[in-house]
């Protein structure tokens, strides 16, 4: 039996409540951060835009979720679930055309890139999330102070996610996250939204 899809659904259960509970269930709604909305927003925006398929989109976001993303990094947590928003939303209303997006989807060269590597797909989300969090920067034309201040969050989120990602690799949550993570030389959301590390050495 393979332990992966076991540990995330312990995860996944934390946060599920007891359904034979005698006990009222209280839901409790969390407040988002600035931050957390812009890198929500800009992934969101950015696949509609460019259109990509359903079938694209799942293997970006991974059968088990950890091939491409860092379990609770502050940037990886809001690009997965726009993508996972995106992947589940129903199509566009058209009696003519059957489409989702407005973009015509993936040139030749990023096709090769999804139906790669792992490797070759972390590159690219790395792209696509530098990418999307560009044009999010450059619609919103924010003032200089706000960007910058803004820009310093994604920064100190990104040391957060890649602290997360350091820890799992030498063994800090068990040896299972080792293995999973072990061969990450970065990670792909925290690079991109940053421009920092590897992500800045290409641009």
């Known amino acids: 039996m393979n332990p992966i899809p076991m540990l995330l659904a312990c995860l996944w259960s934390l946060a599920i409540p007891n359904v034979v509970s005698a006990d009222p269930i209280t839901f409790i709604h969390r407040e988002y951060p600035e931050e957390h909305r812009f890198i929500f927003y800009a992934v969101l925006e950015g696949v509609y835009e460019e259109g990509f398929s359903e079938e694209t989109v799942s293997t970006l976001l991974g059968e088990k979720g950890t091939e491409h993303f860092v379990i ?15 992947r589940d939303a129903p199509k566009f209303t058209s009696k003519k055309v059957s489409q989702k997006g407005f973009g015509t989807g993936l040139s030749d060269e990023e096709r090769a890139l999804v139906s790669g590597t792992v ?9 696509l999330v530098s990418r999307w ?33 350091e820890n799992f690799k030498k063994g800090g949550n068990g040896d ?15 690079s991109g939204a940053t421009l920092h590390g590897p992500a800045a050495a290409e641009r």
């Not at 609770?72 to 995106?86: K, M, N, R, S, W």
């Not at 490797?119 to 792209?127: A, L, N, P, S, V």
């Open 176 to 190: 299972l996250l080792s293995k999973v993570y072990a061969d990450w030389e970065f990670c792909p959301s925290c």
């Open 133 to 165: 969090i560009e044009a999010r920067f450059s619609l919103l034309k924010l003032p200089e102070d706000r960007e910058k201040a803004l820009r310093e969050s994604l920064r100190k989120m990104s040391e957060k996610g890649t602290a997360l990602l």
């Open 119 to 127: 490797e070759d797909r972390r590159k690219f989300i790395r792209t």
């Open 72 to 86: 609770g990094c502050p940037i990886c947590e809001p690009a997965y679930d726009a993508l996972h928003a995106y």
